[in-house]
């Protein structure tokens, strides 16, 4: 496994190949010297602050350690904020089986502890569990993600969770107008929070609802602070930018299961490499039928739905 | 130092007038306090100070926005039939399209800006600076054509009045090809604003192509009722010689657009309607609610019928040249189209959500303080460059002209 303090992949799959070089390399000759001035002094880095794609791995590296020092001072405790790269011949993919879901949303509040969102106003969850009914099937109609259960799961009901699907063909990386979001090479869809202006055009592509906004100055408390984090993943984010699921980037680039895959009681969530024949995602894609969500989007998802029973 | 005189001249015609005009000033500017106060307290606490969330991500910033980008878009296209009808005062028809279509522009700016929850990293859409996300990303699209668009009119404008004011003939080596250039880029950027919300097939209420020309359609009848009014009140105001047939063949053509739009409405009913699919649910939020959710429904019906009596207003000769029925049809242009194309656009595409769920939105006071104020500032920049444009027109403000003359000059109340 890399460090987890490797340098930051700046690859980004086919549709970045054409981004002129010379243009990216031209304009960090004439910013880079002010951009490296300035980085020392607070509030103005982040006006001059260039594309985290055209940053040298020197900037990466002071752009974490700031990043850092700023965490840990507001935490009060030692925060790490990693830029783990993708692995080569690494494609995460994800696996639910709806038949085994019970609803409890122990994922919903273990991803919460591991991934640094808002607790309260706005409430940030980036797993959405919608209770179904068994009459209907997968029927957004009849979706109900506010029930309230003693016992789960009740008659007459079944349970979808939803989160970030981690597209291939992602249509809010598309509409993004700055580039603040991307696919990386192992399949993740990120978001650079530095970067993002909030203007939300990507909440309003999201076929699955899996983008959220810091409406307000996110509440995290100290103590409930998760001080592992990954650069485009869990480390804490400002108010006005949106943010999502990342399959757990700071676990799943150093060998992990996503905080939600681990917690389940049910064993309902399969994680792995889809390019690896042996691992657990290949063996449910290979024995189960698997399905997309809204798979007449073509938005290919890497998260799999199926029932296995 | 031309220039410096001209813009002397300017400030000067813009703190002279009567006390209508002050009158008016002062409303403004208690509009753009309110704005101010409103937004103060957005940029304190964040976009929380709305009623948009997850569920819901833009409305009426977004809403107003859209609408706008229409008036501004069809205060240009009204050059056309100023030249087909060869009207005699073209020169006034465009250059008072072209300062409406600024003023629309930097109210459609402040909208996005106020919409955005970073506003502090607008540069990064900014060539060179940021990271613009050509040619995918059709936000960056609409920066690029609403700017240009922008440029292009405070150019045109900017380069008459002064040649008039220097009196000298304006160069139509610059004029014409700019002002025959804003015409397709008019039709840019409604299009391009139309495409924002087409290009996103999670949301079949936009997801569908009339989109577009439906955009043209309703733009090409609230951007002129702006005009036909504004040209009554300059008429009046200062003997600015635009024909009552001129007025008259522009209601007509909004008579054509009107039925276009409303065709291509019942065009989509029909589809969604007989086909009846799970897509047909958003149609229903907007026109029928569902279950208790009806916010609109009331809004949607009056924005029928507003926009189905001005369209019978200006289809019949009688209500067309008589002056109650006309300008009571331009009102209901507005609002017929405000509604469509503002809030009946943007809410209905967001509800239900992707995942089913109803969340009513409803604008909260910071949302109506920060829009008037953004009206405010646009209804303002438009005052000050018609206060300055129509002396310039008519002849009275000029090079030679001295101060007391300007000020003497000072019939316009608006």
Known sequence: MTPPNGRLTVLNGEEEAGTGHSRRAFLQMALGGAAVAALGACGAEDLLRRHLHELSPEDVQALLARLEKKYSARYGKKVTVAATPALPGVEFAYGLDLSRCIGCRRCVYACVRENNPSRRNPQIQWIRVLEMDKEHGVDLQHANPYYEADLVPRPGHFYMPVQCQQCRNPPCVKVCPVKATWKEPDGIVVIDSEWCIGCRCCMAACPYGARKFNWAEPDLPAAEMNPVTHYLGNRPRPRGVVEKCTFCIQRSRVGRYPACVEICPVGARKFGNLLDPQSEIRRVMETKRVFVFKEDLATEPHFYYFYAT | ?414
């Not at chain 2, 040249?321 to 469509?340: F, K, M, R, S």
């Not at chain 2, 209804?379 to 300007?406: D, N, Y």
Request: aromatic share 14%.
């Open chain 2, 1 to 414: 130092m031309g220039f410096v005189r001209f813009l002397k001249g300017c400030a000067r015609l813009v703190t002279q007038g009567g006390k209508a005009y002050w009158a008016w000033i002062a409303a403004l500017s208690v509009a753009i306090g309110i704005g101010t106060a409103g937004y103060a307290r957005q940029f304190s606490v964040g976009l929380i100070a709305t009623n948009m969330r997850d569920q819901i991500t833009w409305a009426f910033y977004i809403g107003n926005f859209t609408f706008l980008v229409g008036v501004a878009a069809a205060a240009v296209l009204l050059v056309i039939p100023a030249y087909v009808y060869h009207w005699k005062p073209i020169k006034e028809v465009v250059v008072l399209g072209e300062l409406l279509a600024i003023s629309a522009i930097t109210m459609c700016l402040l909208f996005v800006l106020v919409d955005m929850g970073r506003p502090d990293r607008f540069l990064h859409i900014v060539p060179g600076l940021g990271s613009p996300n050509w040619p995918r990303s059709l936000l960056s699209w609409d920066a690029l054509v609403l700017n240009v668009y922008l440029a292009v009119n405070l150019v045109v404008a900017v380069h008459v009045l002064y040649s008039l004011f220097m009196r000298r003939e304006y160069s139509r080596k610059i004029f014409v090809p700019l002002v025959l250039f804003s015409i397709p880029l008019a039709v840019g950027i409604h299009t391009v604003t139309a495409f924002l919300y087409n290009g996103m097939a999670a949301r079949p209420y936009w997801n569908a192509s009339i989109l577009a020309p439906r955009f043209i359609a309703s733009a090409f009848c609230s951007g002129p009722a702006v005009l036909l009014i504004l040209f009554q009140v300059l008429r009046k105001a200062t003997g600015l010689d635009i024909k009552d047939e001129a007025i008259w063949k522009v209601a007509e053509l909004m008579a054509y657009a009107m039925f276009f739009n409303l065709f291509l409405l019942g065009a989509e009913l029909f589809k969604e309607y007989y086909s009846h699919t799970e897509h047909l649910l958003y149609t229903r939020y907007y026109w029928q609610g569902i279950g208790g959710h009806r916010a609109l429904v009331p809004f949607a019906w009056a924005s029928l019928a507003c926009s189905l009596v001005a369209f019978l207003l200006f289809l019949i000769p009688r209500t067309r040249t008589n002056w109650v029925t006309l300008n009571l049809g331009c009102i209901l242009i507005w609002a017929g189209v405000y509604i469509e194309k503002g809030m009946g656009l943007v809410v209905p595409g967001m509800t239900p959500d992707t995942l089913g769920e109803i969340y009513e939105y409803t604008p909260t006071s910071t949302e109506w303080m920060v829009a008037t104020g953004v009206f405010g500032v646009g209804f303002l920049v438009f005052t000050v460059l018609v206060k300055i444009a129509v002396p310039i027109m008519s002849g009275a403000f000029h090079v030679e002209a001295r101060p007391a003359e300007g000020a003497a000059a000072q019939t316009l109340t608006r």
